[in-house]
């Protein structure tokens, strides 16, 4: 059974930074695109970023381009969302997705398996 669990999330200011992580189990990691995904109150759940083809690519939202990063430790299992620079409208429960083994995990429909979520909050 695939189980993702996110951590890190929080309060801070606007301008601080962050560390999301995600730990995976019940599926052979290294073979797996992983997204982070988000939702704001009212909103729909956007893509932020993602780590694909074994860790070797990333690819971000506009909106977090230059401020996110993604990395992945493979040996342990996990995903990482460095956060820089938070905006307030960065405010929103954080979560890991796992896209189906073998995909790149570039469309919303390709990630099978969802993490509960992490709350970010950023005051300004």
């Known amino acids: 059974q695939v189980q993702l669990v996110e951590s890190g999330g929080g309060l801070v200011q606007a301008g601080a930074s962050l560390r999301l992580s995600c730990a995976a189990s019940?599926?052979?990691?290294?073979?797996?695109?992983m997204g982070w995904f988000r939702q704001a109150p009212g909103k729909e759940r956007e893509f932020v970023g993602r780590?694909?083809?074994?860790?070797?690519?990333?690819g971000y939202a506009d909106s977090v381009k230059g401020r996110f990063t993604i990395s992945r430790d493979n040996a342990k299992n996990t995903v990482y969302l460095q956060m820089n620079s938070l905006k307030p409208e960065d405010t929103a429960v954080y979560y890991c997705?796992?896209?189906?083994?073998?995909?790149?995990?570039?469309?919303?429909?390709?990630?099978?398996?969802w993490g509960q979520g992490t709350q970010v909050t950023v005051s300004s």
């Open positions: 780590s694909y083809w074994r860790g070797s690519m990333t």
């Open positions: 019940g599926l052979t990691f290294i073979n797996y695109a």
């Open positions: 997705a796992a896209a189906s083994e073998g995909r790149s995990g570039a469309e919303f429909n390709e990630y099978n398996y």
